[in-house]
């Protein structure tokens, strides 16, 4: 059964780094997803992603981060200088349409940030 | 906002025996979707069940059933049967209907055990 997988499982980065966390989306799938998980906390909704342009975000999603289809088949979440508090686990999903669709979750990546 | 909300953080079952797994959402909304999501430990979170709003029969999934009452906005997930493989941590989730929002809105988690 084809799944959603993210690279890398783990990451520790410095503070003021940048990260690239990587997700491999279902291959037919049209619509991707970032969400994280502040240890101990709920999942949280970061960004939609839909035709190669954001559709929608959370108050989360500021400046210090960004969202590429830099291919047919990666989608990445960019990090440009990291915080403590940017710690934590990240989803990716995708969905085939966005009609009530169910999304398919990525394993996440755990990031950590000194 | 919609706030779904998960009261037990942990909960376990003898293997073979049925254990209920408890979520509250508070929403305006009079069409949604809601879900139950299962993640074993280091795997990815997989879909155990859903369940349309407009929809008052519940549904159900082999041994995964839920009890769906709209007007309480309860949307609990009963495991009959309980198997060593079912421990996991659950996610209920809440997603608007198309056009108003595609993300979904998570609570905290149950953690499962199941005691052979």
């Known amino acids: 059964e084809p799944e959603v997988t993210q690279t890398p499982s783990h990451q520790v980065t410095q503070m003021g780094q940048e990260v690239i966390l990587r997700c491999v989306p279902i291959?037919?799938?049209?619509?991707f997803y970032w969400y994280r998980q502040i240890l101990g906390q709920k999942v949280e909704f970061l960004v939609s992603?839909?035709?190669?342009?954001?559709?929608?975000k959370s108050e989360i999603f500021d400046d210090q981060f960004s969202v590429e289809r830099p291919d047919g088949s990666n989608f990445t979440l960019k990090i440009r200088s990291t915080k403590l508090e940017d710690s934590a686990m990240y989803f990716c999903?995708?969905?085939?349409?966005?009609?009530?669709?169910?999304?398919?979750f990525g394993p996440g990546t755990r990031l950590l940030v000194l | 906002a919609q706030t779904v909300t998960q009261s037990q953080p942990e909960m376990s079952v003898q293997e073979a025996e049925t254990v209920t797994l408890s979520c509250t959402y508070d929403?305006?909304?009079?069409?949604?979707?809601l879900f139950w999501y299962k993640q074993p430990p280091s795997r990815q979170m997989i879909l155990v069940i859903r369940?349309?709003?407009?929809?008052?029969q519940n549904a159900t999934e082999n041994r995964f059933s839920v009890n769906f009452q709209k007007a309480a906005k309860s949307f609990s997930l009963k495991i009959s049967d309980s198997q060593l493989g079912d421990a996991a941590m659950y996610f209920c989730?809440?997603?608007?209907?198309?056009?108003?929002?595609?993300?979904?809105?998570f609570g905290t988690g149950t953690s499962l055990t199941v005691i052979p």
């Open positions: 291959s037919n799938h049209l619509y």
């Open positions: 999903a995708s969905s085939e349409f966005v009609s009530g669709e169910t999304q398919y």
């Open positions: 989730a809440y997603r608007s209907i198309p056009n108003t929002g595609n993300q979904f809105y």
């Open positions: 929403t305006s909304e009079s069409d949604y979707y």
């Open positions: 369940q349309e709003a407009y929809k008052q």
């Open positions: 992603f839909y035709n190669n342009e954001i559709s929608e």
